[in-house]
Nanobody, 118 residues
Framework: QVQLVESGGGLVQPGGSLRLSCAASGSIFSTYVMGWYRQPPGKQRELVATITSGGRTNYEDSVKGRFTISRDNAKNTVYLQMNSLKPEDTAVYYC????????????WGQGTQVTVSS
């Protein structure tokens, strides 16, 4: 089973940028659809973006044009480049791996805090 470790969160001013990274280990990275989710304060966890091993992406509407998900299969790492950040992007961001060979297998990272504030 894959293990996930996120990094790159922090405090940024509105309009700024951050890049999150999620390093995977312990399994075949290319057999997982990778995703980023977030949980704003007091709200439920929500999808941000996903990417298949072939590079097909999907974004939640509020981040389209501002966030970019990418993956490096050679480095077993998925990234989330976040530009033009807004206060409403403040949340704990979680990396997720969904297996394409084991139905129902979904693994989560520990989460990284992103705070957008002046």
């Amino acid at each position: 089973q894959v293990q996930l470790v996120e990094s790159g969160g922090g405090l940024v001013q509105p309009g700024g940028s951050l890049r999150l990274s999620c390093a995977a280990s312990g399994s075949i990275f290319s057999t997982y659809v990778m995703g980023w989710y977030r949980q704003p304060p007091g709200k439920q966890r929500e999808l941000v973006a996903t990417i298949t091993s072939g590079g097909r992406t999907n974004y939640e509407d509020s981040v389209k044009g501002r966030f970019t998900i990418s993956r490096d299969n050679a480095k077993n790492t998925v990234y989330l480049q976040m530009n033009s950040l807004k206060p409403e992007d403040t949340a704990v961001y979680y990396c997720n791996a969904q297996s394409i060979v084991i139905p129902g297998l979904s693994v989560w990272g520990q989460g990284t805090q992103v705070t957008v504030s002046s």
